[in-house]
């Protein structure tokens, strides 16, 4: 293709510049193709991404996503709060699975004061956690229908996600936000009977599985906008620092809940397996998510036997000061790894906490998949690597 | 609508409008974070399904749009794209702000980065607190814009001056 | 392998001087790094089965980085940001006056300037996470930045993921990385002004608005209706 005229991280800057100052939806040509610009507002809510594509007719030149319309100061604000205050906030980060957030973060804080989380708690915690990925993924799979034209499947998934809600918020008391997780435990116990609701909403989860099996990933429409669209290859994935079932559906059999689990979460306690796909493409991405949600259930069904009785909550001082020190703590969240790097001088409030978060990473690669293919599987990419705004942008 | 910028809009026949305004609202979702979810939970989901109230979602574009939901944080960066898609809407155009961030910066008050409040960009008519608001309050937030519609002078509105219903 | 549950392991962690529980695995992995890149190895630390800090000067960054990927197999590249050591000279008075009122003052001198593990000289570090996925193996990177030149090498040419993470990091710190192929604001509008993450950064907010919830300054629904919408008339 001809040397643009135009450098383009020039074009690039002078696009976002007028857009933010005015314009927000900006098209315009040059001599070596058309700049198109998607977003901010992403058609599935997602969020807030915004893309600038440069296009050679219906081929992707290049194409970059200009994040930051989400940006709300998590690590800075996570200086001016005390750690109880913390984890209410970072539910916020990928709302979609809102638990999980919090578990890496109390772990490492649970790590520097040398605390441990009684065994039912730890089961609880377990079990939340794969709860809330199930929210997440559920809801991931529906959005993947509707950005590739087959609407019905967000329909299925938000049916079928309340149920997964209304366990979690038995529980928390919060559909999104449970805000549950305690340095050194739970808030409280289960309630009563929920144990056999969660079994019977886990049934619920494997026919949904069953069901969009069916509508979805068997679909032959699906397979043809899907199979060899966005190929990436196992180690420049990593070398991007992609996580969780977007390296595994390039064939890395690496999961964290598995390999180095950190303590705090008993998955050794249930037998279930990492699932991999070698393609590498949109496709195994997909199948891998679907997969893990069958694994989940399967996770939280054996659990659910094996809750211990006991405590929910360990002896832990009433003001919370954290001694010094620094700990890194990554669980393996829905969107992928996701850890904080808790830097703690003694004090209420972390003097540092740098968030890892996954989608950050896994959308950072979309320059470099997205080149020379069509405009369509963009959207068919983007679905597929699955991002949370609030991940991205923290 | 000549009558109706006069204001010489008869009581009867403004009730009518008003009624059929009411249970025609087209609403854009302006979906922006964690309340878009609550948000579409409310309108996709069958449990809330939020067209038995006579809302219709998905309208093409904001051009064709009577309400907008601003559901999520609202930041800097964002602030001009929510005033261009306020300015893009015709007359009369209502703004429901949804969840804290919107109203006023929720959990993000003291963030750089966080605009406190949409109505410092736009006028709002109803507020729907929470953190995120359940779809129930969605719903409830729709069914007092719709009180609204029904006992507000059109006139003044068409004007595009804000009204507060007494 | 990285298994954290071998029972000898299960020790408190060491503290720097009185190291109890030895872990030969990560103890073979700085003697790896410093048979490469010898004196650039300026400190380290290891919590016994669990983690591995290692402190190395910045000209020695990229090509630690090399060595770490190409030939310990970290391929998996975690994050990279910065720190700023100096504790915040605001304490509370960057807080509404409210707000001191209830908390009480505190003392107005910071203390003094402390690092974390693997030591360091100097106000600014970058420090970065690599990891391996075969080996289950981490390190945590960190590197000294001299206040008067706050450039390092980038890291884009051997891990390609952290093209992101350096423009957050320039925008949030203020560091140039040398080599970085886009430098330019990722987060922030292109007209924000100062580096949010430094902690010389105030929080404006916080000094016009007292903290929500601290002091109940809400009246109750009913008993003032003070607070109407935009201006209308009622
Ligand atoms: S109000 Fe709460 S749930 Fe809604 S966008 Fe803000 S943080 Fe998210």
């Known amino acids: 293709m001809a040397a643009p005229t135009v450098p383009e991280s020039k074009q690039l800057q002078y696009i976002s510049q007028q857009a933010a100052d005015s314009r927000v939806n900006v098209e315009f040509e040059t001599e070596d193709g058309m700049t198109l610009n998607i977003g901010p507002q992403h058609p599935a809510t997602h969020g807030t991404l915004r893309i600038i594509t440069r ?58 004061m040398e605390i441990e989380a009684p065994p039912r708690a730890r089961y609880i915690r377990t079990i939340l956690f794969e709860l809330s990925r199930m929210a997440n993924i559920v809801l991931f799979l529906g959005d993947l229908g509707a950005q590739l034209g087959g609407v019905t499947a967000v329909f299925y998934a938000f049916r079928d996600r309340e149920f997964v809600l209304n366990q979690i918020e038995a529980v928390t008391g919060g559909r999104f936000h449970p805000n549950f997780d305690r340095i050194g435990g739970l808030k409280d116990d289960l309630p009563k009977g929920w144990i056999a609701e969660t079994k019977k909403c886990m049934t619920r989860v494997h026919d949904f599985c069953d069901e969009l099996e069916d509508l979805l990933i068997g679909n032959e429409i699906f397979q043809a906008r899907t199979r060899g669209i966005g190929v990436i290859p196992a180690n420049v994935g990593l070398s991007y620092g992609l996580s969780g079932a977007n390296i595994r559906g390039s064939g890395v059999d690496w999961d964290i809940r598995r390999d180095h689990c950190p303590p705090g979460l008993v998955y050794d306690k249930a037998d279930w397996k990492v699932c991999t796909h070698p393609d590498g493409d949109s496709f195994s991405r997909s199948w891998v998510r679907l997969q893990e949600v069958r694994e989940s259930a399967k996770i939280v069904d054996q659990l659910l036997d094996s809750v211990p009785s006991g405590p929910v909550m360990a002896k832990v001082p009433r003001i919370i000061k954290v001694p010094e020190g620094e700990a890194y703590v990554a669980t393996e969240n829905p969107l992928g790894q996701m850890g904080y790097y808790v830097i703690s001088k003694g004090d209420l409030v972390p003097f540092r906490v740098k968030i890892r978060s996954a989608s950050f990473n896994n959308v950072s690669i979309v320059p470099w998949v997205t080149r020379g293919v069509f405009v369509p599987d963009v959207i068919t990419i983007l679905a597929s690597l699955y991002f949370i705004l609030g991940d991205i942008d923290r | 609508m000549g009558l109706v910028e006069k204001g010489k809009i008869p009581k009867r026949l403004n009730d009518l409008l008003a009624l059929s305004r009411k249970y025609s609202i087209w609403c854009y979702q302006w979906g922006l974070a964690c309340c878009a979810i609550e948000m579409g939970a409310a309108f996709v989901s069958p449990r809330y399904d939020i067209m038995r109230l006579g809302v219709i ?100 509105r068409f004007r595009g001056e804000p009204i507060v219903v007494g | ?134 080996s289950h193996e981490g390190v945590t ?80 629904p009913g008993s003032d209706d003070d607070e109407g919408a935009e201006g209308g008339d009622s």
């Open chain 1, 55 to 112: 296009l050679d007719g219906e081929q992707v030149i290049s194409c970059e996503p200009v994040p930051g319309y989400m940006h709300r100061g998590y690590e800075k604000l996570t200086e001016v709060r005390t750690y109880p205050q913390v984890t209410t906030l970072i539910n916020r980060i990928d709302w979609l699975g809102s638990f999980a957030n919090e578990v890496p973060f109390i772990l490492a804080a649970e790590k520097l």
């Open chain 2, 57 to 156: 979602p998905f309208p093409a574009s904001p051009r064709q749009a009577d309400l907008v939901i601003i559901s999520g944080t609202v930041t800097d960066k964002m602030a001009p794209a929510v005033r261009r898609l306020y300015e893009q809407m015709p007359d009369p155009k209502y703004v429901i702000s949804m969840g804290s961030c919107a109203n006023c910066g929720g959990p993000y008050w003291d963030s750089y980065s966080v605009t406190k409040g949409v109505d410092q960009l736009i006028p709002v008519d109803v507020y729907v607190p929470g953190c995120p608001p359940r779809p129930e309050a969605l719903l409830e937030g729709i069914v007092l814009l719709q009180e609204r519609i029904q006992s507000e002078d059109p006139v003044e």
């Open chain 3, 1 to 134: 392998m990285n298994q954290l549950s071998s029972a000898d392991t299960e020790a408190p962690p060491a503290d720097q001087q009185a190291e109890a529980p030895r872990d030969e695995r990560r103890e073979a992995l700085i003697s790896l790094f410093s048979a490469e890149i010898g004196d650039a190895v300026v400190g380290t630390h290891i919590r016994a089965g669990d983690d591995l800090w290692i402190r190395i000067t910045r000209e020695a960054w990229l090509e630690t980085a090399r060595f770490a990927q190409q030939r310990l197999r970290m391929d998996f590249f975690d994050f990279l940001s910065g720190i700023d050591w100096r504790p915040s000279p605001y304490g509370r008075d960057m807080d509404s006056q409210e707000d001191i009122v209830v908390h009480g003052t505190e003392p107005k001198e910071p203390p003094a300037m402390a690092t974390g593990y693997a030591g360091g000289d100097t106000r600014f570090q970058v420090f970065a996470r690599v990891f391996s996925t075969a």
């Open chain 3, 141 to 220: 990177l960190k590197a000294d930045l001299p206040d008067d030149d706050l450039s390092i090498d980038s890291w884009v040419p051997v891990y390609a993921g952290a093209n992101w993470h350096e423009r957050e990091c320039h925008e949030m710190y203020g560091f140039t990385f040398n080599g970085h192929p886009y430098p330019v604001n990722l987060y922030l509008p292109g007209d924000f002004e100062g580096f949010p993450l430094r902690k010389d950064f105030p929080l404006l907010a916080r000094r016009v608005k007292p903290w929500p919830g601290i002091v109940d300054v809400e009246p109750m």
